[in-house]
């Protein structure tokens, strides 16, 4: 039988482990592999784990907060009012009757000196607290045939109660025949309540003329 042969090298290794003393132990066997403990290996599984965390946190960041939504508008609603019905009553009061015109056509007799009374304020019977002033006022045509010259024509109370402030006043302006003048007198409702009236008249030289009388009651 054919033997192959060994090589040299080995051929002398085999015979240096023969030569080996007791108790040797050849280099070429492989050490024994040693016993974890089961504690110390879960020890190092946890370190292990957190320290994976950790490092995975830092390579993340740090988590951006959401930011929280905050209202900003509050809406309350309203109360609507109550209408309330407001009710107004109006009592009649009693009030005196105001001074107004009244239109008499009062007319002299025809000639050289004539007239006709158009207008008078305030009307007769008008009422006046006592010591009131106020104006008489009558509006009169010339329906004569001559003009009333300013320069000699007047008018003047005649007769009857005396509530005016002058007896007499001359005329403002010429009045030609178909013309009207309205004739002011200042007069003050006397103290004392009652009927009053008063009684005027034109007069040019000798001729008295144009009978304006007027009638007021005081309260």
């Given at each position: 039988?054919?033997?192959?042969?060994?090589?040299?090298?080995?051929?002398?290794?085999?015979?240096?482990?023969?030569?080996?003393?007791?108790?040797?132990?050849?280099?070429?066997?492989?050490?024994?592999?040693?016993?974890?403990?089961?504690?110390?290996?879960?020890?190092?599984?946890a370190q292990t784990a957190a320290a994976a965390g950790t490092q995975t946190a830092l390579a993340a960041?740090?988590?951006?907060?959401?930011?929280?939504?905050t209202l900003l508008i509050t809406t309350t609603p309203t109360e609507i009012p109550t209408l309330t019905?407001?009710?107004?009553?109006?009592?009649?009061?009693?009030?005196?009757?105001?001074?107004?015109?009244?239109?008499?056509?009062?007319?002299?007799?025809?000639?050289?000196?004539?007239?006709?009374?158009?207008?008078?304020?305030?009307?007769?019977?008008?009422?006046?607290?006592?010591?009131?002033?106020?104006?008489?006022?009558?509006?009169?045509?010339?329906?004569?045939?001559?003009?009333?010259?300013?320069?000699?024509?007047?008018?003047?109370?005649?007769?009857?109660?005396?509530?005016?402030?002058?007896?007499?006043?001359?005329?403002?302006?010429?009045?030609?025949?178909?013309?009207?003048?309205?004739?002011?007198?200042?007069?003050?409702?006397?103290?004392?309540?009652?009927?009053?009236?008063?009684?005027?008249?034109?007069?040019?030289?000798?001729?008295?003329?144009?009978?304006?009388?007027?009638?007021?009651?005081?309260?």
């Amino acid at each position: 039988m054919n033997r192959r042969c060994l090589p040299p090298l080995l051929l002398a290794l085999l015979l240096s482990a023969c030569a080996l003393p007791a108790g040797f132990t050849s280099v070429l066997t492989p050490p024994v592999a040693p016993l974890l403990d089961e504690r110390a290996f879960n020890t190092i599984v946890a370190q292990t784990a957190a320290a994976a965390g950790t490092q995975t946190a830092l390579a993340a960041g740090s988590p951006t907060p959401i930011p929280t939504s905050t209202l900003l508008i509050t809406t309350t609603p309203t109360e609507i009012p109550t209408l309330t019905p407001t009710f107004v009553f109006v009592l009649p009061t009693a009030t005196r009757p105001k001074p107004t015109a009244t239109v008499t056509q009062t007319a002299s007799a025809g000639g050289d000196y004539a007239c006709a009374i158009v207008s008078q304020s305030p009307a007769d019977n008008t009422e006046f607290d006592p010591n009131d002033d106020f104006d008489g006022r009558w509006r009169v045509r010339n329906t004569g045939d001559r003009k009333w010259d300013e320069n000699n024509a007047d008018y003047l109370y005649a007769s009857g109660d005396k509530f005016h402030q002058a007896g007499a006043y001359d005329f403002p302006k010429t009045v030609a025949p178909g013309a009207e003048i309205t004739l002011v007198v200042d007069m003050r409702a006397p103290k004392n309540s009652g009927t009053y009236t008063t009684r005027w008249e034109i007069r040019i030289g000798a001729n008295h003329f144009c009978d304006m009388r007027m009638t007021i009651e005081v309260q």
